[in-house]
């Protein structure tokens, strides 16, 4: 099994085949709209429009796992990142990213890359960093900043 075997739906409730992104560098991000990193939504934007010609791919993964941070269904979720962050990324429809109802591309993700504090994901805003060839290279923690990721993400894009 690989990245490209897994596929999750839209915002707009269409199945997205990763297969599709198949080439591409991708930043794969839980995401909530009532955090106290959701500010992070603007230097994702950034990531997306300074490297997108280029070949990257953001994907934000809406969860409303910790704090209840994400309690609103796609429409809203889609509205509060359009109008307060300009959200032009790819957003996914609401997941879980822990426990049994985990998203199989979540549980691949976190089998991947262990985080500082083991496998579960600990917070909105985590990150995983996905080479051309489809593999998970790096995790970073809710704290990294976007703007942090820019040179890793240049690497890659090379």
């Known amino acids: 099994m690989n990245l490209y075997d897994f596929s999750f739906r839209r915002l707009d409730g269409v199945e997205q085949p990763l297969a599709g992104y198949r080439g591409k560098v991708m930043l794969l991000v839980n995401t909530a709209s009532q955090c106290g990193f ?79 504090l083991g496998r579960p994901v600990r917070w909105n805003f985590s990150k995983f960093l996905v080479d051309r060839q489809g593999r998970v290279v790096a995790r970073f923690a809710p704290f990294t900043r976007p703007d942090k990721l820019a040179a890793n993400i240049e690497a890659l894009l090379k």
Do not use: S
């Open 38 to 116: 959701t500010p992070q939504y603007a230097g994702l934007e950034q990531l997306h429009q300074r490297f997108a010609d280029q070949g990257l791919v953001v994907i934000g993964f809406p969860c409303n796992q910790f704090g209840r941070q994400e309690p609103g269904d796609a429409a809203q979720i889609g509205a509060f990142c359009q109008k307060n962050y300009g959200v032009d990324f790819t957003m996914a429809d609401k997941v879980e990213v822990n426990g049994g109802g985990a998203h199989p591309l979540w549980a691949y993700l976190k089998q991947q890359k262990r985080g500082l």
